[in-house]
């Protein structure tokens, strides 16, 4: 006892714990792995804006290291890419939704992009493709990810895939179609007045579009 007594108290060591990856649930497989970083993604573009979120921030909101992101994206670029088209492939579905696919061809086409107007610009990751101030409508077009969404939101028109005759044919329309929705996702109308805007501006596109796909 005296013994102990000399040596005093123990001493009080400082323990950090590590947080569990992934929050402490670990992804089934790749794909699960990468939905949950494109989630995290998405979570910090909506937080902090298109430009904000660093491949840091989004491992640290993902709950794992940077080196597990570049296990599945190359670069923080790749990784907004990726997150980019994810979105502009969930707004398609629901446009398509919206344009019922037993409607004329011209009906389907203007539900879908009064639909467009209604919910791009709730999206950040589909929203600066149709800032003015920022992007060139004709420069947007050139743009691969930007080509391979219009191609498949025109095939919308027709009901199904579009032909390389067809889709040179849909170019000029959409960026016809692009400047109009940038103008009224920027200042949005309201009610039916969408529609309208779209069905008077469009006219003349729409009527010159044969109603039978190119071959």
Same mark, same amino acid.
């Given at each position: 006892?005296?013994?102990?007594?000399?040596?005093?108290?123990?001493?009080?060591?400082?323990?950090?714990?590590?947080? $569990?990856?992934?929050?402490?649930?670990?992804?089934?497989? /790749?794909?699960? &792995?990468?939905?949950? +970083? #494109? @989630?995290?993604?998405? =979570?910090?573009?909506?937080?902090?804006?298109?430009?904000?979120?660093?491949?840091?921030?989004?491992?640290?909101?993902?709950?794992?290291?940077?080196?597990?992101?570049?296990?599945?994206? $190359?670069?923080?670029?790749?990784?907004?890419?990726?997150? /980019?088209?994810? &979105?502009?492939?969930? +707004? #398609? @579905?629901?446009?398509? =939704?919206?344009?019922?696919?037993?409607?004329?061809?011209?009906?389907?086409?203007?539900?879908?992009?009064?639909?467009?107007?209604?919910?791009?610009?709730?999206?950040?990751?589909?929203?600066?493709?149709?800032?003015?101030?920022?992007?060139?409508?004709?420069?947007?077009?050139?743009?691969?990810?930007?080509?391979?969404?219009?191609?498949?939101?025109?095939?919308?028109?027709?009901?199904?895939?579009?032909?390389?005759?067809?889709?040179?044919?849909?170019?000029?329309?959409?960026?016809?179609?692009?400047?109009?929705?940038?103008?009224?996702?920027?200042?949005?109308?309201?009610?039916?007045?969408?529609?309208?805007?779209?069905?008077?501006?469009?006219?003349?596109?729409?009527?010159?579009?044969?109603?039978?796909?190119?071959?």
């Amino acid at each position: 006892l005296p013994t102990l007594i000399a040596l005093g108290p123990p001493a009080r060591y400082s323990v950090r714990m590590r947080k $569990a990856p992934w929050g402490g649930s670990v992804p089934r497989n /790749e794909t699960e &792995a990468r939905d949950r +970083l #494109l @989630d995290a993604t998405e =979570r910090c573009v909506r937080r902090d804006g298109v430009e904000g979120p660093s491949l840091a921030s989004v491992a640290a909101e993902a709950g794992v290291s940077r080196r597990t992101v570049y296990r599945y994206f $190359a670069s923080g670029q790749e990784l907004l890419a990726a997150a /980019e088209i994810r &979105a502009g492939g969930g +707004l #398609l @579905d629901r446009l398509r =939704r919206a344009a019922d696919p037993k409607l004329a061809p011209r009906e389907r086409l203007l539900r879908a992009l009064v639909a467009f107007v209604e919910e791009a610009p709730t999206d950040p990751l589909v929203s600066r493709y149709l800032d003015p101030e920022a992007l060139d409508p004709a420069t947007v077009l050139n743009d691969d990810t930007v080509r391979r969404a219009l191609t498949q939101f025109a095939a919308v028109y027709y009901g199904k895939p579009l032909t390389k005759r067809a889709a040179r044919e849909f170019r000029d329309l959409g960026e016809l179609t692009m400047r109009i929705l940038m103008s009224l996702c920027m200042v949005p109308a309201k009610g039916r007045r969408t529609r309208r805007l779209i069905e008077l501006t469009l006219h003349r596109a729409l009527d010159d579009l044969p109603t039978q796909m190119p071959k």
